[in-house]
C-alpha cells in the first residue's frame, strides 16, 4: 500500500470527537461593523471576499483599526513574483500611539501589563497611564542618546514591563528594534548586533528564570567587543546584583527618572521598518526579518482579536518570551492594539512544580492561554492533580503554536485543561508570515474544531498545495504537498535584513507568484488544513512518501512516551530508513526491549511495516531550539553517521543532549 501523508491522520481525526464552541467568534460582528453595506452572511462569503478583494478588505480593516496621522491612499500595491510589498502607501502612522496613546485617552487606569514574575504571587499590574508613561521617558532618553529615526536598538533583557516599553519607545522614535532572546550567548548576541549595527544595547543586570539568576550584563560585556557599533548599553535592575560598568554603560531606570513623561511621537511611513527578529533556527542559519509598521500593525490586532475571540476586559495569557515572533505579536502588539490586558510570563512551565500554568490561570484570572506543544508535551508527564487542583474557571480559549501539536497533547490540553469546554485552537504561522494564518476561529457558523489541525485560513490567507513538479494541486480529495500561500497579507515581512535576495530566493522564487512556507500541508476533503512538519521531514521509504510527524504522532501514543522525533537517514536498499528518538516519561520501567516491540507493532498496525523505525534510540532529551522546537536537522545529521557535521548550533538550548545522543547512536550501530 502506498500510503499518502494524512491518510491515517484522517482516519484518526475523524474517529474523534469534535468540539462545539460555546463562545462562538465575533469575527464576522467586527466584520460587519467595517463593512456594513456588504450583505455577506456566511464565514465562505467573508473568506472569498478576503481574498478575493484584498485591497478593499485591509483596507477596511486598517481604516476603522489603527489610528492614522495621515490617512493612506491606496491600500496595497504588491507583486509576489517580484517579493515587492507596499501596504497602505503614503499612510503615516505610528504603532506606540496605537498601541497605547488611544487607550490612555479613554481609560489611563486600565490594566495594559500583568508582570507574571517568575516567583508565583508576586505579579505587579501596569496601567496604561504608567505604560505611557514609562515608554516616553525611554523615548527622550533613546533620543537623547542620540538614536535617531531608522537605528537599530537590540534589547537583550528579560520579559519585563520595561522590555515591552523599550520595544515601543523605539517605535515611538521611528528606531528599529532587535529583540534578542535573553538566554542566547555571548557568541549569538555578537553575530545578531553586528548583522544589523544596532547603535544601542539594553539589557539587565540579571534574569530570574525557574529560581535560578541568569548572568544577562555579563554575558552582553563578552559579546560587546565584537560589537563596534554599540555607542551606549543601559542596564536595567532586575536583581540589584553589582556587575562591572564601563564608562557608556547606565543604569535604565536611574536615567529614565530624569526623563519627561511625554514625548512627540514621529510620524512614521506605513512602510517603514518596525523591527526586525531573527528565526528560530531550526532549519539553518537564522534569518533576520524585517516587518513594517502600518502592514504588521494591521495583522497583529486583526489576528489577535479574530484567533482569539478577544474582548477588552479579558486576561490575555500568551506564555512566549518577547525573544520570539509570538511575543511580538500576541504578548506585546495584538494585545496592546485592542486595548488588551496581557500577561508578561517570566518563569518556566515548571516553577516551583508542574502545576505553575495552572496555578497562574486561577490567580490572574486568564481568558485566553497561548502556549507551545512543547510545553504540553513536558506537562503531561507529571500527574493530572497539577492541574486539577487549580480552578480554571476563567480560561476561554487554548493556543498551541511553534510545532505541529499531536493529538495526545491536543487532548491532554483540551479535556484535561479545558475541561473540554474551550476552543482549542492550533494556530500555525512563522515569523516571516507576522501572525496566525491557520486557525480553526475565525468562523461564525462552522464552530467544529478537530485535534491537531489549524483547519481554517486567517481572513486574507489562501493557503495552495504544490506537488513535486510544481503543479498546483486541486479537487475534493486528500491532497499533500508544498504549502504556499497565494494572496498578499499585510503582515508579512518585507525582505531579511542586509540580504533582499536571500528573502526573494527563499520565499518567492520556488513556486513563482506564491510565498513558499517551507512547510508541508495536508487539506482533507473537508477542505480543513493540516501542517505535516517541514518540507524536509518528508522522507521517501522504499518509494513510499511518509511524513515523520505520522511517525512520532503514533509513537507518542504509547502511555511511556513522553516526546518522540522522526527522522530520515541514507538507506542503501530502501533508499531512506526511519530513525526514531524517543523520550520516555518519569519513573518508567518497563524493559526496554518490550518497549521497543509494542513501538514497532503501534507503527505497523497504525500506518503500515514501511514506516516501523529502523532504528530506535531512548534519549533523556531532544535538541531543541532555544524556542522549544526540536532540531530536526541535528537528529539527521546524527542519524546519517554525520556527528562532525551538526552545522549552526547557536540557538541550541542544550548541547549537553547532543552528545547524549550521539553516544547512544554509536551504542545502537
Ligand atoms: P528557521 O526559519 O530559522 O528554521 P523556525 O522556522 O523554527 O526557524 P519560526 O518562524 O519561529 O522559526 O517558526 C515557524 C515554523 O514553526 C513554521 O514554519 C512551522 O514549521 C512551525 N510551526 C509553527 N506553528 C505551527 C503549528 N501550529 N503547527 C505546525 N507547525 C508549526
Ligand atoms: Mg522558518
Redesign the pocket.
Known amino acids: 500500500m502506498s500510503i499518502n501523508k494524512g491518510t491515517l491522520t484522517l482516519a484518526r481525526y475523524f474517529d474523534s470527537r469534535f468540539v462545539l464552541s460555546r463562545s462562538v467568534s465575533t469575527a464576522h460582528g467586527t466584520l460587519k461593523q467595517i463593512f456594513p453595506d456588504k450583505k455577506l452572511t456566511s464565514h465562505a462569503d467573508w473568506h472569498k471576499f478576503s481574498v478575493e478583494q484584498p485591497e478593499e478588505f485591509w483596507g477596511g480593516v486598517a481604516r476603522s483599526s489603527l489610528k492614522w496621522m495621515v490617512p493612506f491612499q491606496k491600500a496595497m500595491n504588491c507583486d509576489m513574483k517580484k517579493g515587492q510589498f507596499e501596504w497602505f502607501q503614503n499612510g503615516k502612522i505610528n504603532a506606540s500611539v496605537n498601541c497605547i496613546d488611544r487607550h490612555v485617552e479613554v481609560d489611563p487606569e486600565r490594566i495594559a501589563l500583568i508582570w507574571e514574575k517568575d516567583e508565583p504571587g508576586t505579579e505587579e499590574k501596569i496601567t496604561y497611564r504608567s505604560l505611557f508613561q514609562m515608554t516616553n521617558q525611554i523615548a527622550n532618553l533613546l533620543r537623547r542618546h542620540n538614536v535617531k529615526k531608522g537605528d537599530v536598538v537590540a534589547l537583550y533583557m528579560p520579559v519585563s514591563p520595561l522590555a515591552v516599553a523599550s520595544m515601543l519607545a523605539c517605535s515611538r522614535i521611528g528606531a528599529i528594534h532587535n529583540v534578542i532572546f535573553a538566554g542566547f550567548s555571548a557568541d549569538a548576541i555578537a553575530t545578531r548586533v553586528q548583522d544589523c549595527n544596532a547603535v544601542v544595547l539594553i539589557t539587565a543586570d540579571e534574569g530570574v528564570r525557574g529560581g535560578k539568576t541568569i548572568p544577562l550584563k555579563q554575558t552582553v560585556d563578552k559579546a560587546l567587543g565584537r560589537c563596534p557599533s554599540v555607542k551606549n548599553v543601559f542596564v536595567m535592575r532586575r536583581t540589584g546584583a553589582e556587575v562591572p560598568m564601563a564608562t557608556n554603560h547606565f543604569y535604565f531606570q536611574d536615567l529614565m527618572e530624569q526623563e519627561k513623561s511625554e514625548c512627540a511621537p514621529e510620524s512614521m511611513q506605513s512602510e517603514d521598518s518596525l523591527f526586525l527578529l531573527?528565526?528560530?533556527?531550526?532549519?539553518?542559519?537564522?534569518?533576520g526579518l524585517v516587518h513594517s509598521t502600518g502592514g504588521y500593525l494591521t495583522y497583529a490586532g486583526f489576528t489577535h482579536k479574530t484567533a482569539f475571540n478577544y474582548q477588552v476586559g479579558d486576561i490575555f495569557g500568551c506564555v512566549a518570551d518577547i525573544g520570539?515572533?509570538?511575543g511580538h505579536t500576541y504578548v506585546v502588539y495584538g494585545p496592546l492594539l485592542n486595548g488588551g490586558a496581557s500577561v508578561l510570563f517570566e518563569s518556566t512551565p515548571t516553577y516551583p512544580d508542574p502545576g505553575r500554568y495552572w496555578e497562574t490561570v486561577e490567580r490572574l484570572k486568564i481568558s485566553q492561554f497561548y502556549g507551545a506543544p512543547t510545553a504540553i508535551r513536558l506537562l503531561l508527564r507529571y500527574e493530572e492533580s497539577f492541574v486539577n487542583k487549580y480552578d480554571r474557571s476563567s480560561l476561554q480559549t487554548l493556543g498551541?503554536?511553534?510545532?505541529?501539536?499531536n493529538v495526545e497533547a491536543w487532548e491532554w490540553f483540551n479535556d484535561l485543561v479545558g475541561e473540554g469546554r474551550c476552543d482549542l485552537v492550533?494556530?500555525?504561522?512563522?515569523?516571516?508570515t507576522g501572525g496566525i494564518c491557520?486557525t480553526p476561529r475565525p468562523s461564525e457558523e462552522e464552530a467544529e474544531i478537530l485535534p491537531g489541525k489549524?483547519m481554517r485560513p486567517m481572513f486574507g490567507i489562501e493557503p495552495t498545495l504544490f506537488d513535486e513538479k510544481g503543479n498546483v494541486l486541486t479537487g475534493k480529495g486528500d491532497l499533500n504537498g508544498s504549502l504556499c500561500l497565494k494572496t498578499p497579507w499585510p503582515g508579512m515581512a518585507r525582505t531579511i535584513f542586509g540580504d533582499h535576495e536571500r528573502y526573494v530566493n527563499t520565499y518567492f522564487k520556488p513556486y513563482p507568484g506564491y510565498f513558499f512556507?517551507?512547510?508541508g500541508g495536508h487539506r482533507d476533503p473537508k477542505g480543513y488544513w493540516q501542517?505535516t512538519?517541514?518540507m524536509d521531514d518528508v522522507i521517501n521509504v522504499t518509494g513510499h512518501r511518509l511524513g515523520t510527524a505520522e511517525v512520532e504522532d503514533v509513537l507518542d501514543e504509547h502511555h511511556d512516551v513522553a516526546e518522540a522525533a522522526v527522522v530520515g537517514f541514507p538507506h542503501p536498499i530502501k533508499g531512506e530508513g526511519v530513525y526514531a528518538y524517543v523520550v520516555l516519561k518519569e519513573h518508567v520501567d518497563t524493559e526496554r526491549e518490550v518497549m521497543l516491540g509494542q513501538l514497532r507493532e503501534m507503527v505497523k498496525k497504525g500506518i503500515s511495516g514501511f514506516a516501523v523505525p529502523d532504528h530506535i534510540q531512548f534519549c533523556s532529551g531532544l535538541p531543541k531550539?532555544r524556542?522549544g522546537?526540536i532540531m530536526r536537522r541535528i537528529l539527521r545529521q546524527v542519524a546519517a553517521n554525520n556527528q562532525d557535521n551538526l552545522g549552526d548550533i547557536s540557538?541550541l538550548a542544550d548541547p549537553g543532549v547532543v552528545d547524549e545522543i550521539v553516544k547512544n547512536h554509536e551504542e545502537l550501530q
Open positions: 531573527y528565526t528560530s533556527g531550526s532549519t539553518g542559519k537564522p534569518k520570539w515572533v509570538t498551541s503554536v511553534g510545532e505541529p501539536i492550533d494556530t500555525w504561522w512563522q515569523s516571516e491557520l489549524p512556507t517551507g512547510d501542517i512538519g517541514r531550539t524556542s522546537k540557538t
